[in-house]
């Protein structure tokens, strides 16, 4: 099992930049892939980026590829995501999320499905505006 929490969130304005972190406790880090969705008001649980358990592979949603940037420290055992040239659409409760399996899946679904992690953070806000 893994423990997660967030931090980092904030308000910012658009083009601003910042970063999230998510600390992890509990089992071997790196023996799980980790990612961050976001949830807007009235919205559902939208899919980030994901970062497998190496850190050597990545994915990210079209709507933030090129902007946002999703790392880990497994000694540290945490992860990031480096968000830059934000805009108001970025706006939302950010979690992080793990699954045990440090391999990136090759379903799309088992990538951007919510349902297939088990393991989730409190949430962090971030707030962009104009």
């Known amino acids: 099992q893994v423990q997660l929490v967030e931090s980092g969130g904030g308000s910012v304005q658009v083009g601003d930049s910042l970063r999230l972190s998510c600390a992890a406790s509990g089992s071997t880090f790196s023996n799980f892939r980790a990612a961050w969705f976001r949830q807007a008001p009235g919205k559902e649980r939208e899919f980030v980026a994901i970062?497998?358990?190496?850190?050597?592979?990545?994915f990210y949603s079209g709507s933030v590829k090129g902007r946002f940037t999703i790392s880990r420290d497994n000694a540290k055992k945490s992860v990031y995501l480096e968000m830059n040239s934000l805009k108001r659409e970025d706006t939302g409760i950010y979690y992080c999320?793990?699954?045990?399996?440090?391999?990136?899946?090759?379903?799309?679904?088992?990538?951007?499905?919510?349902?297939?992690?088990?393991?989730w953070g409190q949430g962090t806000q971030v707030t962009v505006s104009s």
């Open positions: 970062i497998s358990g190496s850190g050597a592979a990545t």
């Open positions: 999320a793990a699954e045990l399996g440090g391999v990136l899946p090759s379903s799309m679904r088992n990538r951007n499905d919510p349902n297939k992690y088990h393991y």
